[in-house]
């Protein structure tokens, strides 16, 4: 038996305002990051010591080019494609549109905060990085822009939660539908995530660039961004796992095994929000018993992507047997590997396999001891937000666009190979960074005026520029398929979004109904949250505003 994951998929259609609200957020994130793969191509060729960004107009030094890279397409771009495509997905599971004016207020606050990061970027006014460590100083165009970009997740997710709070209404004693509760757990362990972020933006960095605050506490800005910057990576996540879970088996012809234990996995997310500290394993300034409690509740965060894997690994099983496949492996092959878009997204699990792997190695202190602050991270990083995140929401406007257009997609078997293509790049770009890495080759440095070269990097360097190059070509054909598609797609009728079934409908009875009331989760969480963090914020209370800007270049 097979039951839908809403509860009357084929029955609603979105008003085309609200669409086109939606569809404005991705095309807006996609047009970023097509300036911010160009930047990326300068920084590949960099490791093979070849100066392209010397050619770029308007874009003077490495560092500056490594922050519009970093902000557009780890910031600007994972918030517009957030922004639209959980505002679809929770629209659709609902069943009901979400209150327009408010999508349309976190669109042009999310535009307006990018216009004015955008320019103290380019104005070489805040080359700080997408980290924007202080006492780095930028422009406070930077500081506001990037406060508005967070403000436009909180206005898309009060939208949802007014949308939930009148569903509930209409269907008391319901389960909420997977889809809108995947999408709704996925902005609410945003919203408490954020908050350390906006904190250090709005009461610190802002006034400080204004000047109306002495100084800076870089130990504990550091430790606010953190906060929010280790669960930055669910937010960007968690959209692409709603599309594992809640579409991708309908797409490959197989259902969800469990509802229950998908609805777990998300609810993991929301309480596993304070280890941040991973990413301050060599902070002189954070004590060892909270590294240390740190790095233990950071494993735990294995067990939801776990649950993650096992669960869409058997639900494109069952589609792959449906479609004939046999034996221990042979479902794998009948996965519809034709369709660009099932293709490109099975392709982003498997490096999100790889991407795993190395964030465990990360999480195991002493191994970090090694590795911190090399490329080793980097190539981390592009496993799983470059590769896991990008190539599916690549797979994902395979679909979305043709959907948002009523055209097909343009040259599907060009979208195939682009899928390819990208994926086997960024597995010799990101094999290059680690091989690299562990032979100390840094990050975040500009390594054709480095005044230092170890031998041992050389074919690292060349395996990241050549890989990076070719993630460069495959972005590029990506860019193309989309905007042929949109101008020149043949026309069709109005799709919908291929909503998965589960094996059963969610139980309505017993302990499973409080999964879906969300209160719960959120208190746990703020509970972890005090007692993780609770103790060094106290100890840094007063700040002590007493360290100096540095302003770059
Ligand atoms: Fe990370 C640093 C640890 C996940 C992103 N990470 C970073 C930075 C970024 C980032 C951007 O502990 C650099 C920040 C900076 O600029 O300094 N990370 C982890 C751990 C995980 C992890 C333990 N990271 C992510 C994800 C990211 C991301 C996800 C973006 C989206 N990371 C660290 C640590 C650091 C760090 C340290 C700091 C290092 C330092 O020194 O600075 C885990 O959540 C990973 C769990 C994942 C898995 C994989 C599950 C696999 C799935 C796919 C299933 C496949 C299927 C295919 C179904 C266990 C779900 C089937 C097909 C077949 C093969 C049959
Ligand atoms: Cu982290």
């Not at 792959?320 to 590997?337: A, D, M, N, Y």
């Amino acid at each position: 038996m097979s039951t839908a994951v809403v509860s009357e998929p084929s029955g609603f259609t979105l008003p085309q305002g609200q669409l086109n609200v939606i569809k404005w957020n991705i095309y807006f994130g996609f047009a970023v990051l097509a300036v911010g793969v160009i930047m990326g191509l300068a920084q590949a060729l960099s490791y093979a010591r070849v100066n392209l960004v010397q050619y770029y107009p308007v874009v003077k030094s490495y560092y500056q080019a490594l922050t519009i890279h970093g902000v557009f397409n780890a910031l600007v771009l994972t918030t517009a494609f957030a922004n639209g495509f959980i505002a679809l997905t929770t629209a659709r599971g609902l069943g009901r549109k979400l209150n327009n004016a408010l999508l349309h207020a976190a669109f042009w606050t999310l535009f307006i905060g990018s216009i004015l990061a955008a320019y103290a970027m380019f104005a070489d006014k805040a080359s700080v990085l997408y980290t924007f460590y202080p006492p780095l100083e930028a422009h406070w165009t930077f500081y506001l822009g990037l406060a508005l970009v967070v403000v436009s997740t909180w206005i898309t997710s009060a939208a949802q939660l007014a949308a939930l709070r009148g569903w509930r209404k209409e269907h008391r004693g319901e389960r909420v539908p997977l889809l809108a509760f995947m999408s709704i757990a996925t902005y609410v362990m945003w919203d408490i995530a954020s908050v350390g972020l906006a904190v250090e933006v709005v009461v610190f960095l802002l006034p400080w660039s204004l000047g109306l605050l002495p100084g800076v506490d870089p130990m504990l800005d550091r430790t606010l961004f953190w906060f929010t910057g280790h669960p930055i990576v669910y937010f960007w996540l968690l959209p692409v796992y709603v599309s594992w879970y809640g579409l991708i088996p309908k797409q490959a012809g197989g259902v969800l095994f469990s509802d229950t234990v998908t609805r777990v996995a998300f609810i993991l997310f929301i309480l596993l929000i304070p280890v941040g500290f991973h990413h301050q394993f060599m902070d002189p300034g954070v004590s060892q018993g909270l590294k240390f409690t740190v790095a233990a509740l950071t494993f735990a965060i294995f067990f939801p992507s776990l649950i993650t894997a096992f669960s869409v690994m058997y639900a494109l099983e069952i589609g792959g047997r449906r479609r004939g496949g046999k034996g221990l492996v042979g479902w794998f092959f009948k996965i519809p590997w034709s369709d660009p878009s099932v293709a490109a997204q099975v392709l982003a699990m498997i490096a999100f396999l790889i991407g795993g792997i190395s964030g465990l190695m990360n999480a195991s202190y002493t191994m970090d001891m090694e590795i911190h602050n090399t490329a080793f991270i980097s190539g981390h990083f592009h496993q799983t937000v470059g590769c896991a995140v990008a190539l599916s929401y690549m797979g994902i406007a395979y679909w979305l666009i043709p959907y948002f257009e009523r055209r097909e997609l343009w040259m599907p078997r060009l979208a195939l190979f682009q899928a390819f293509l990208y994926f086997f790049a960024v597995m010799i770009f990101s094999n290059g960074l680690e091989a690299g890495g562990m032979e100390g080759m840094p990050r975040r440095t500009d390594m054709v005026h480095a005044t230092y070269w170890l031998a041992a990097w050389k074919i690292p360097g060349i395996m990241t520029a050549l890989g990076g190059t070719l993630m460069f070509v495959s972005a590029m054909l990506f860019f193309l398929i989309v905007v042929m598609t949109i101008v020149a797609g043949k026309r069709a009728a109005q799709g919908d979004l291929p909503f998965t079934a589960t094996v059963q409908a969610p139980p309505n009875v017993g302990w499973q109904p409080r999964l879906d009331r969300l209160s719960y989760w959120v208190l746990i969480s703020v509970v972890l949250v005090i007692a993780v963090y609770g103790p060094f914020f106290l100890e840094h209370f007063p700040p002590s505003l007493s360290i100096q800007g540095l302003i770059y270049p």
